[in-house]
């Protein structure tokens, strides 16, 4: 009897501490002060707790948009995009675009021109690395830069981010997780993060476009740790949500998270993917992040707010100042302006050493 009663005494001692393990965050590239709280929250989690987490350059380094957006231009994967001259979701095709002489419209022509002519040699069985060295395509991936850039600029991001997974457009969802795929597969990993000059020949079209997408243990330790507790783990990203999808519920290479956890930007649906936001959807960006928690995630938690909120940019500030009852704000830094609504929530918690509402976690990037 004695016997019995020490093996289940051992027993439960080592699962006391297999759960402590679980539930701690290594200390890896964590500022003290940041895995401090964070296993603090993890540690006092009340019953039905959850956490909401931006995706780009939150959840993982970089942007996973802006790895598929050059994946597709590198590799000249386009589908639907084409017929209408690369300009979906433009609001005014016929406006002339700042700082140049020529309209949307007349821009979008060039570079249709230009992609069924690099088309053309790819089908005839020229060579990527080949084709990457014309001018042609230095100026069709330059001119796609600027019109990204001009476009955020005199429109803002609303935009961009129906113009940028647009260019999925044509492709069906299973087409598009392959190519979302492919791409993931080819920018993966902490050695191919970087900035690159893409500049046109003549000079006039181009600037510096981020490479590489990484998923930091760190961050992956994180997630875990937080389900091992039983506080559920969700995802609210501007992104697409088929995007994001792919790699955040992959249990290798992402998250492993659960489908139905992941809420991003929406399309309507159809046979092909087309460019048009889903009227009837709590659009998950800036302010509409704070309405996609309470329409999908709140209501599975007592109609209460998240105890964490994790993100990194303006379109976080929102959902980082939107629920009274958070215990906690997590900022990745990567480097905004101070003067920016995030960098002034940055500098909150600075000032308050990490102790206070805000964390303040360098970017796992360095």
Known sequence: MKKSLFVLLLCLVFACRHDSRETTLQAGKWSPLVRQALNELIAGADKDSYAVFDFDQTSIVHDISQALWVYQIENLRFAGAPENLFLDGMPDKNVTMPGTDITYAQMGAVLTDEFYALKAMKDGGESLSSIRNTDLYLDFRARMYSLML???????????????????????????????????????????????????PDGQWGGEVQRGIWVSPEMKDLYKCLRASGIDVYICSASLELIVEVLACDPVLGFGMPADKVFGLRFVAGETIVPEFDPGYHQPNREGKVDCINAYMATEHGNHGPSLVAGDSNGDVAMLTGFADMKKGLIIDVGRSASSAIGQLATQAKDDGNSGRYLLQPSFEK
């Open 150 to 200: 001009i476009m955020d600029e005199q429109y803002g991001s609303w935009v961009t981010y129906l113009w940028q997974p647009g260019l999925l457009a044509g492709f069906t969802n299973g087409e598009a997780m392959t190519v979302i795929k492919d791409a993931i597969a080819e920018h993966l990993g902490l050695e191919k993060l970087a900035v690159e000059h893409w500049a046109s």
